[in-house]
């Protein structure tokens, strides 16, 4: 290090002036005379040295209380503008603005989709009504089904009420629609002998239709001539594909979105109980559309400048980040240097991570997060992509991370500071207390699945056990969940009795509690340390020596380190 190599330069000189500045003789005529009393010379070298320790030392000491300082008093400090707390306010503010404006865009194409979906659903679904299952029961239902939906589509822009358009091309031998069953390629079942024999491979047949602005093209009624192989049936699926424009995002100053629908219609016969499910899926893609032409709309690119400007400001605030990291990597390698070198110790970890700052990770993360939505979401703007759901998520853990961010500059003020104190000592505590409890949880939700799956509809699946079991943790459908219980059987209906039980009052009553007073003795605690005397580590040891108060100006002085374009937002 610098600061080291400057000291032995200065001790060898030190002592080689003394060398050549003391008489020949003096050393024997020293040990004549038995005087141990030192020369003048090597005390004057003796003085200088410890004190050029004792101002490295100190110099070492302010350097640390300065760096572990609050913007506030960095600011009294050296009298710099705090740049990068107003850069993390104003990245907030915007952050926040953009997030919302995706929001109210996103909003409109999910209402948009589920509306279009809805209508689908009543336009090509025979008898359905909202938020009831579809399922027929006779081949002749069957067949119904599949009628209503083709001359439901052949009609579609008679019968609707939106504007709608046929996607030709995109089916079955370039056609508009694909009608196509799925079976097995052999499959014989005689349960009166209770024998089966079944090939498993799958053999699709299709034909296609176009709608009736295409009579010439043929095949408009083969439908009417379609045979099913129910014995061997595993499902039946109608695709096609419409074009709908969504015209309501002219209300924010938007550019209509043009949508390409991809319906397909299943009717699933797989498990071959005697009840087929339908089902629609519409799975929408966004494009740019063709000349688009709003009377009194000028295009702006307002938006896609802000989302540039956003991107601007995180991309700098990510470098004043990782700058800042950077430096807390420099310091803690010379204060362990110094420790090794000059008081023959060594630093502990935990000393050592005092200098890693995690805020600004997670400032880090965030900000790496909102360039990346930022950049998709320009993309969504401009209709080039269509990733809704990956620039959601992103812009919204951002957000998130931003907004947790601001505890940081809480918790420079002690009475703030409680919560982050708080889960920083329960932490440990609460982790090693979760793995045991989600041993028993496990336990709970694979038992669950597999005994009372059959006779109860929240057990059906292990992602529905555990929601279920964690609605009980907080005491949510509880009576629901006890009466949706079938009783298809005692032994069964006396276990799920006992089942949920020992599963409520093990974790409500004690689990739960458990987890509450963990929180509560870690809270105990740290208010008994405000009036103890509290453990006082290496670091602050050190540091605390350092008298000067950030207003005392001893901070003003050069640091020894090269500038950079970014010294001016030093924090």
Known sequence: MASSSYTCIRDSATEKDRLLSSPLGSYGSRDLLGSGSPHPADLVGSEHSQQHEEEEKEALRRKLKYFFMSPCDKYHAKGRKPFKLGLQLLKIIIVTVQLVL??????????????????????????????????????????????????????????????YAYVLGVGVNGSALSLCQRYYRRGTIDPVND???????????????????????????AYKNFTIKFYKLINVTVDFQLKAINIQTIINNEIPDCYTFAVTIVMDNKAHSGKVKIALQNQASIKECKDPNVSGHAESYAREFFDVLVAFVCLLSLLLCGRSIL??????????????????RSVSWGDRLEFINGWYILLIVSDIFTIIGSFIKIGI????LSSYDVCGILLGTSTLLV?????????????YNILIVTLRAAFPNVIRFCCCAAAIYLGYCFCGWIVLGPYHTKFRSLSMVSECLFSLINGDDMFVTFAEMERSGT?????????????????????????IALITGAYDTIMAQTQEQVRVTDLSAFIAECMDTPSSGKFRGPEGSSCSFLCCCNW
């Open 491 to 515: 032994l069964v209906w006396i276990f799920s009795q006992v089942y949920l039980y020992t599963f409520i009052s093990l974790f409500i009553y004690m689990v739960l509690s458990l987890f």
């Open 195 to 221: 024998t089966f024999d079944i090939d498993p491979h799958v053999v699709t047949d299709c034909i296609g239709l176009n709608p009736l602005m295409h009579t010439s093209a043929p095949g408009n009624s």
């Open 102 to 163: 995706f929001g109210l865009s996103n909003q409109m194409v999910v209402t948009f989709k589920e509306d279009n979906t809805a209508a689908f659903k009543h336009l090509f679904l025979k008898g359905y009504r909202d938020n009831t299952p579809q399922a027929v029961h006779t081949q002749k239902e069957l067949y119904s089904h599949i009628n209503f939906t083709i001359e439901q589509y052949l009609a579609l822009p008679q019968i609707s009420l939106g504007r």
């Open 327 to 344: 430096r807390g990597f420099l310091l803690q390698h010379e204060y362990v240097q110094f420790f090794k070198n000059r008081l023959g």
């Open 403 to 415: 907004w947790v961010g601001v505890i940081r500059y809480l918790s420079f003020f002690q009475k």
């Open 381 to 384: 703007e401009s209709k080039n």
